[in-house]
């Protein structure tokens, strides 16, 4: 069974840097588009950053300059380095992964990112 796991999130004061980590495994089947989205009490999941396996990456408007996606393929990981934090990303953040060539998608548990001074 395809796991998915997410680890780095935390408690950084506002202006901190945290670094997110979601590595893929048991997939017997590439992965293709990888991505991060988060969810804040009371909101809506939303898309924060993707990138696809050849390294092209999109991002929400809010985080643009000072997050950072990137990946490994050969390790199906993908990091997310978040710098310049301000209270507004306090979130669960969860970690997606999309089959290659495939519909199917993959979700980690989701990691707490809080920031607070």
């Known amino acids: 069974q395809v796991q998915v796991v997410e680890s780095g999130g935390g408690f950084v004061q506002p202006g901190g840097s945290l670094r997110l980590s979601c590595t893929v495994s048991r997939s017997p089947f590439s992965i293709g588009h990888m991505g991060w989205y988060r969810q804040a009490p009371g909101k809506q999941r939303e898309s924060v950053a993707t990138?696809?396996?050849?390294?092209?990456?999109d991002y929400a408007e809010s985080v643009k300059g000072r997050f950072t996606i990137s990946r490994d393929n050969a390790k199906n990981t993908v990091y997310l380095q978040m710098n310049s934090l301000q209270l507004e990303d306090t979130a669960v953040y969860y970690c997606?992964?999309?089959?290659?060539?495939?519909?199917?998608?993959?979700w980690g548990q989701g990691t707490q990112v809080t920031v607070s001074s």
């Open positions: 997606n992964a999309k089959r290659q060539f495939a519909t199917v998608e993959y």
């Open positions: 990138i696809t396996r050849g390294g092209i990456t």
